[in-house]
């Protein structure tokens, strides 16, 4: 599958959204907080790599990838240390492929200004809602406490 060329145009609809009173906590809901739970998460594949400057010996060492989880959007993707990856090793090889394709030019790579953006304006819109729910919520207490009097 090759997912790739499809990244740069990232939608609001690539999101999760609720809007239900139930799904509050579904805001907060992240990959971390899914790592600390039982439920167990399923690479897709690797959208980027970022290699940060380090003095140490191991290149690995400051290696970090953009990995896709299975059943989320590309919106809640998450960097993870190589280390992470070393149980994926066909993950990382179809990674690879892709590098190569990317500088062959057969491929695009991932535009992290496109993704950057697309993660601040949800984060923006989903402030915005948690806002307009807490602002009902205290309508709702300023009307049933007039409505009991």
Sequence with gaps: MNYYND???????DAAYTDSEDDAD???????SLASSNTERTIEGILAEANHESKNEDPDCHRFYLVKWTDSPVLRSSWEHASFLVDYQDVLQEWQAEKKRQQEGKSVPFDYEAFNKSIEEQEFRDRARRRLRRFKRHIQRIVSIVDAD
């Design 26 to 32: 579904a805001d907060a809901e992240s990959i971390a």
């Design 7 to 13: 990244l740069n145009k990232l939608e609001w609809s």
